[in-house]
């Protein structure tokens, strides 16, 4: 597609409920990246793939935080047994090549609500 | 460890002012990337500039102008003749070329601009 697609972008779940969030990077980036943004504050590193291998999951706040890519292209995050404190927009980003210095492109976020 | 600061939480002018957002930045890494994004209420980071360590020149685009300074360490974006639609917030960030996680994305917590009419 044209940018980085996320579903849903709206989701309220009940506390101790699992929720699974979809990214579809822009077609042929190689690079995949997740992050959490609380409310008023600035994105924070979740997990990082090339391609279907996760190089960097240093981010992820707990076992319950889970990411996956397995074809290389359309990655998921999974969140188990959600508690309020992961009430956050989660960001889907993407970029194609290995340079660290490459433009690093940004989906419009899945809103999660835990009540 | 990257640490990105922007002292500034919300800033108001009104429309046709310019307004300058700082940045200031902290890497031992030798070789970094600084960046700029637009966060408008729909959510989605809109990339504005790119800028490597190497390079200091300062970049104009349109009513959008940075100043990178290695000597302190700071990273301004400069918008000119401010309009109602540049409402939104900033944020800078920082990229280290680094093993590991050599690709992410170390963000300031963003300064909201407001352009009143």
Redesign the interface.
């Known amino acids: 597609g044209a940018g980085v697609s996320q579903s849903p972008r709206y989701k309220v779940a009940k506390r101790g409920q699992d929720v699974a969030l979809r990214c579809d990077p822009i077609s042929g980036h190689v690079?995949l990246?997740w992050?959490q943004q609380a409310l008023?504050?600035?994105?924070?590193?979740l997990t990082?793939f090339q391609n279907e291998a996760q190089?960097?999951k240093?981010?992820l706040p707990s076992d319950r935080f889970f990411a996956e890519r397995p074809e290389g292209s359309v990655s998921t995050l999974k969140i188990q047994r959600t508690q309020q404190e992961d009430s956050a927009?989660y960001?889907c980003?993407s970029?194609n090549n290995?340079?660290?210095?490459n433009?690093?492109?940004?989906?419009?976020?899945s809103?999660l609500t835990v009540v | 460890a990257q640490k990105?600061t922007q002292a500034q939480t919300e800033i108001s002018v009104v429309e046709k002012e310019d307004v300058t957002l700082d940045c200031v930045y902290e890497t031992r890494d030798t070789t970094y990337?600084l960046?700029w994004?637009k966060q408008p209420p729909?959510?989605?980071?809109?990339?504005l500039i790119?800028r490597?360590s190497f390079d200091e020149q300062n970049e104009i685009s349109g009513r959008y102008s940075w100043n990178f300074q290695k000597s302190t360490s700071s990273f301004n974006f400069t918008i000119t003749a401010s309009q109602v639609v540049d409402s939104a917030v900033y944020?800078c960030?920082l990229?280290?070329?680094?093993s590991?996680?050599?690709?992410?994305?170390?963000?300031?917590?963003?300064t909201q601009l407001t352009v009143l009419p």
């Open positions: 690079s990246f992050y008023g504050q600035g994105p924070e590193f990082y190089l960097d240093s981010g927009v960001l980003a970029s290995r340079d660290s210095g433009t690093i492109y940004f989906g419009e976020g809103w | 990105v990337y960046f994004y729909s959510g989605e980071l809109v990339f790119r490597n944020f960030a990229s280290v070329l680094s590991g996680s050599a690709r992410q994305l170390t963000f300031g917590s963003g």
